[in-house]
């Protein structure tokens, strides 16, 4: 069993920078590949960002390409997300994930386990 803490909530204005973390349990998050989800309200959870289990690859959605870091320390068992130039469309909650696989995936389904979600609000 795998349990994901999210961090770094937080309000800020458009143009401005956030850095979420995931905190991981247990002794085989460096075999996970880990991913960053999204819902806004009203919407579907949708892919952010992807990173394979050692970091060497990694994926994003076209709407945060460019702007969207995705990271890992696996001697911390945490994964980062670096958002800069952020816009009010990027406002939403924002998951964590884990797969028990070390290659990259971008559905939902694909991941095994969930955070509980960390509140990301981008003001005009």
């Known amino acids: 069993q795998v349990q994901l803490v999210e961090s770094g909530a937080g309000l800020v204005q458009t143009g401005g920078s956030l850095r979420l973390s995931c905190a991981a349990s247990g002794r085989t998050f460096s075999s996970y590949a880990m991913g960053w989800f999204r819902q806004a309200p009203g919407k579907e959870r949708e892919f952010v960002a992807a990173?394979?289990?050692?970091?060497?690859?990694?994926y994003y959605a076209d709407s945060v390409k460019g702007r969207f870091t995705i990271s890992r320390d696996n001697a911390e068992n945490t994964v980062y997300l670096q958002m800069n130039s952020l816009k009010p469309e990027d406002t939403a909650v924002y998951y964590c994930?884990?797969?028990?696989?070390?290659?990259?995936?971008?559905?939902?389904?694909?991941?095994?386990?969930w955070g509980q979600g960390t509140q990301v609000t981008v003001s005009s």
């Open positions: 994930a884990a797969r028990t696989h070390y290659t990259i995936a971008t559905g939902t389904a694909a991941y095994d386990y």
């Open positions: 990173i394979s289990w050692r970091g060497g690859s990694t």
